[in-house]
């Protein structure tokens, strides 16, 4: 399940802070951004 706190590791991982795993790269790009945050929030708030 997503939770809005997923969201913050999400942009951790977007700055570097947190190594970036596969399952945050929402949209597939090959890297994790505040996009995929973006995304990640959504999933969780609908
Ligand atoms: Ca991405």
């Known amino acids: 399940m997503v939770t ?20 945050a790269d929402m949209n597939g790009d090959g890297k994790v951004t505040s996009l995929d945050a973006l995304m990640i929030l959504q999933t969780a708030t609908s």
Request: hydrophobic share 65%; glycine share 4%.
């Open 4 to 23: 809005a706190a997923d969201t913050v590791i999400a942009l951790e991982m977007a700055v570097g802070d947190v190594a970036a795993v596969k399952e």
